[in-house]
């Protein structure tokens, strides 16, 4: 199934016409046909969203790509067909929903089969680097991925695929663009193996004094993009100690707790309803991203759902 159908960028049966746009979009690259059966048919769908570049990408025929001076990271993803992987002398074959990483500064060579098509994602090196030493509480200054396929990735960019193949109705709401943003740099770093994953989800705990700090941050600025990362550096603490350290003592990780302080606004929110004031409008704007899951939450917490609470509060005004 064809991916990003709203956001087209290139149909293209020209190679010149298809290498330029690719190149453009994500890093420069050659590719040779090697299938004569059925001619070039390449589609180009694709979107940015701060350090993150989505495309879906796909020949119509099998071809094989050399890619050069990459300065980010690639995740590539067959959602249809098959591709085939070479560093070097070694080679690696990926399937539907299995996903190689590319390091910046390794040259690669892929081999399309005519039926594949990609979900390639691009991230920029500096945003996944400091996004990690910011989680693991020191520099790091390179991220080594396994090469072998790996699956979870598709799980990673549902939400962000929801967003731009939907009514996008995130994007308009700072908070939640940013948060969208981070679950995906953050979900990449805890699903894909690599050099430092290890040390990620190794936790240790802390005392309670920057967990206390860390909840009177989250209490006091809920309006901002706060992630488990940021947090850790406000109260100068790894992320996954501060991970460990909430789960002692408030009994919930910083996400949850957050969650459940931005529930509370958004039910203040449509208690006071505004004029105009939607519910989806209410919940975006304190950086819900997840509408099915916003509205299980609300009236877990609640009692009821969010319209409810607005129609009651309307109804009485």
Known sequence: MERLLNHPVTRATRIDEAEDSVTRLFLPHQIAPTGRETPLDMRLNAVRLGSLTAAYLAYGQEVDMRTT?????????????????????????????????????????????????????????????????????????????????????????????????????????????????????????????????????????????????????????????????????????SARALQAGFQVHTGASPTKYLRDVRLGRVHSDLTAAAPGLTVTDAAASWGFVHLGRFAGAYRQRFGETPSETLRRSRKHR
């Open 69 to 237: 001076d990459a300065v980010a990271y690639h995740f590539d993803m067959p959602v249809e067909g098959h591709a085939r992987s070479s560093f070097g002398r070694r080679s690696v074959d990926a399937g539907a929903a299995e996903t190689v990483a590319y390091a910046p500064g390794q040259p690669a060579s892929i081999k399309w089969s005519a039926d594949c098509a990609q979900l390639c994602l691009m991230v920029e090196r500096v945003a996944l680097e400091q996004r990690l030493s910011a989680m693991l509480g020191h520099q790091v200054s390179r991220i080594e991925f396994s090469t072998a396929p790996q699956p979870g990735v598709l799980d990673v960019l549902a939400p962000f695929l929801r967003e731009f193949e939907g009514p996008e109705l995130l994007r308009r709401h700072p908070l939640a663009a940013r948060t969208l943003e981070q679950l995906v740099l953050d979900g990449l770093l805890l699903t894909l193996r690599h050099d430092h994953h290890q040390d990620l989800v190794t936790s240790r705990s802390i005392p309670r004094g920057p967990v206390r700090q860390a909840v009177e941050l989250l209490e006091e600025r809920p309006h901002e993009p706060w992630t488990t990362t940021s947090l850790a550096a406000e109260v100068a603490v």
